[in-house]
């Protein structure tokens, strides 16, 4: 893929906007790694959701990237790859893997180098490179009661991976770990007999179940959520004093916009629908959908319309 980060300053940007949102709270990062085309994250979700944080992560990023480099158009191909792990016992794993990638990548020649890299998760947790807002105890403390001996410990689990390249089993499998909803789940289902294997996850059979249980749709359905999409743009076209065929049109004019935004909004936050679907519906592509949510959101504060109560009128449609 093409670079996302050209110099230092993208990187020291990017970095600089998962700080802010591990210190606010959206996140606590336990590991992290920056190659030239992507960057790997391991991450706990805090109070906001994950798909929120990494719109306001990514679209933030892409928009001073493009504003540095004077250039116009998407960065992103396409939407960030997100994999629902087990903390035990793959946290550790996968905190190797990730601090490892830089190494494998060819990014640096050595450990040596890797210890100083100031662009991977690796350095912070042996105290090259100072970051307060990466969880250091978190993974530090799996291994020894003090950070020194800790880190003694760390230092050679990591070297103990160098010999074990590319893991696929640590990665999932393509596009198919994408989270995109309730949608996904249900299309990931069809055809398996077991269903406890899905790669998008990265657990045991019963922690596997447990998630999908969690993701399951509100009452209502999929099948009525993917109905639903006419009858909730209806509404909020209505509301906004706008036709419904122009909220799809992908009109650029304002008060269009403004009514595709809450579309967005309800459909992705609350109904669970895909950005894809949503964006094929309105007229825009997925990275716009995922742009407006924001937008949409305060949009419906203004009008004085409860995003939950619309969903739920919009899930009783038959």
């Given amino acids: 893929g093409r670079p996302i980060f050209r110099d230092d300053r993208d990187r020291d940007d990017f970095v600089g ?14 590991a992290w790694a920056l190659l030239p085309n992507h960057a790997h994250l391991l991450v706990r979700t805090g109070r906001v959701p994950l798909a929120r944080v ?7 990023f892409a928009g001073a990237f493009n504003r540095r480099h004077r250039r116009r158009g998407h960065l992103f191909q ?9 903390e035990e016992p793959y ?11 830089p190494l494998r990548a060819g990014v640096v020649p050595d450990l040596g180098a890797l210890e100083r890299y100031p662009w991977g998760g690796h350095s912070a947790l042996l105290g090259h490179v100072p970051r307060p807002w990466h969880a250091l105890d978190d993974v530090l403390g799996q291994f020894a009661g003090t950070r020194r001996e800790a880190r003694r410990r760390y230092r050679a689990f990591v070297a103990d991976g160098v010999s074990q390249g590319r893991q696929p089993d640590l990665i999932g499998g393509g596009l198919r770990r994408s989270a995109g909803g309730w949608e996904t789940l249900a299309t990931l289902q069809r055809g398996r007999e077991r269903w ?11 922690f596997v179940e447990r998630i999908l249980k969690e993701a399951a749709p509100p009452p209502g359905g999929i099948a ?23 909220i799809q049109s992908g009109s650029r004019r304002r008060p269009a916009a403004r009514a595709r935004a809450a579309v967005a909004a309800v459909a992705v936050t609350r109904l669970g629908l895909s950005a894809a679907r949503v964006a094929k519906a309105l007229g825009v592509s997925a990275v716009a959908i995922f742009q407006a949510i924001d937008r949409g959101l305060a949009e419906l504060r203004t009008r004085g319309l409860d995003p939950d109560r619309l969903a739920k009128g919009i899930r009783q449609v038959k």
Wanted: hydrophobic content about 50%; glycine content about 10%.
């Fill in 91 to 101: 946290l550790l794993a996968l905190t190797r893997y990730i601090h490892l990638n």
């Fill in 224 to 246: 009525v959520a993917g109905r639903s999409l006419p009858a909730l743009i209806a509404q909020i076209a209505a509301a906004c004093g706008v036709h419904p065929a122009e």
């Fill in 78 to 86: 396409n939407r960030y790859k997100s994999i629902v792990v087990e």
């Fill in 17 to 30: 906007r998962l700080a802010a949102q591990a210190q606010a709270g959206g996140l606590i990062v336990y």
């Fill in 196 to 206: 406890a294997f899905d790669e998008r996850i990265l657990g045991s059979g019963a």
């Fill in 54 to 60: 990494m719109c306001s992560l990514l679209t933030g």
